[in-house]
Nanobody, 115 residues
Framework: QVQFVESGGGLVQPGGSLRLSCATS????????MGWYRQPPGEQRELVAR???????TYADSVKGRFTISKDNAKKTVYLQMNNLKPEDTAVYYC?????????WGRGTQVTVSS
């Protein structure tokens, strides 16, 4: 069963930065597009960034220019660099495959943006 283990969240002030990490298997990174998703309190989960097997990236309009997704197949890790964070970025962040998410979601990592 594919597993995703997210880390790197925390409390940050508006305008601050965080880098999230997602550990998974190398085979998943080589075969599938990968995505970072987020679920704000009381809302549905949404895709915010996606990276193809070849490294091409796409972003939701709400994070474009502020977030950067990347991956390191050798380290079996997907990253999300988040800059200029805003209060509306507060959410639990998850990673999963980026086109059709697998049923096995990780626990996610909480990001709270507040002064």
């Amino acid at each position: 069963q594919v597993q995703f283990v997210e880390s790197g969240g925390g409390l940050v002030q508006p305008g601050g930065s965080l880098r999230l990490s997602c550990a998974t298997s190398e085979s998943v990174l080589r075969i599938y597009y990968m995505g970072w998703y987020r679920q704000p309190p009381g809302e549905q989960r949404e895709l915010v960034a996606r990276i193809s097997t070849g490294g091409s990236t796409t972003y939701a309009d709400s994070v474009k220019g502020r977030f950067t997704i990347s991956k390191d197949n050798a380290k079996k890790t997907v990253y999300l660099q988040m800059n200029n964070l805003k209060p509306e970025d507060t959410a639990v962040y998850y990673c999963n495959t980026g086109v059709t998410p697998r049923d096995s979601w990780g626990r996610g990592t909480q990001v709270t943006v507040s002064s």
